[in-house]
């Protein structure tokens, strides 16, 4: 299956519009709709209706496949491009809004090369993790909620090395004024009727919220889809929505009641590929 029509069936199917695809990708408008065809032969199957534009059923199956397929092949040619050049004179380091970066060691690290440019960007966690795997990123720091036991959940990416950087005692972060903010601790499953932040960047949204409690509910409320900490607490104080958050994140505004059921903690991971010169150096400060 070609790579470069799957591609192209991803962009038409996104935009809604062969034109809107052509236009975004250079081609011919005519181009498309002959790749299309090719993409619909080789898979012996209709993938797109014309008029309007939609998705067949084996059209929406292939779009599922698709987006972890040019995921894989991207992050191929990436892993292959760090082993056959020269280690770079720049660092580029992705971190979720909770990852608990540890600033001062970047800072010490960044200060003993400066021959070397540093760009430190805060970003969501898939956008983290498909980052580190396309080389967007040399190396990334992701934070979650997991079992104690268990990986965080991440892209398959394929060849990914992952360290664990830290991990915090998880609490239910509630308004200040909250009826339950003066509890001792709290099962996730007896708050599957309250309403959650949607805040999937920056907290555990709630389709995960229901794996871990293993429950069914787990309303989200106010959607947010930024990962701007501030910005996170103050909806959180202001009624949009619970959050599991790491006892260190909670402000006075806040009321953190630690989780008993299930074990969770927050764990933070960092995730790279293969790492030559100041890339190397970073890790090993932040794995220190």
Partial sequence: MDPHLLRTFAAVARLGSFSAAADELGYTQSAVSQQIAAL?????????????????????RLLEHTGPILLRLAA??????????????????????????????????????????????VAGRGEVATGVATGR??????????????PLPLPDTGQLDTAVVAERPVVVALPAGHPLA??????????????????PEATTPPAQLRAL?????????????????G???????????????????????LRGVPVAEPRLVHRTELVHGSLTGPAAAVRAALNA
């Fill in 213 to 229: 409690a293993r429950a069914e509910g787990f309303r989200g409320g106010l959607a947010y889809p930024g990962t701007d900490t």
């Fill in 137 to 150: 990123f040399d190396l990334g720091l992701v934070d979650g909620v997991t079992a104690p036991s268990d």
């Fill in 76 to 121: 191929a040619r990436a892993d292959v491009a760090r082993l056959a050049g020269p280690p770079p004179a720049t660092v580029l380091l992705g971190a979720t809004p909770l990852s608990g970066l540890d600033a001062g060691r970047l800072v010490a690290v960044q200060r003993a090369m400066p021959r070397v440019a540093f760009t430190l960007r």
């Fill in 231 to 253: 910005t996170l607490l103050s909806l959180i104080a202001a009624g949009a929505g619970l959050a599991l958050l790491p006892a260190s994140a909670i402000t006075s505004a």
């Fill in 182 to 199: 003066g509890r001792r601790s709290l099962r996730l499953a007896d708050l599957a009727d309250a309403v959650w932040l949607d805040a």
């Fill in 40 to 60: 619909e032969q080789d898979v012996g199957a209709p993938l797109l209706r014309r008029r309007p534009v939609a998705l067949t059923d084996a059209g929406a």
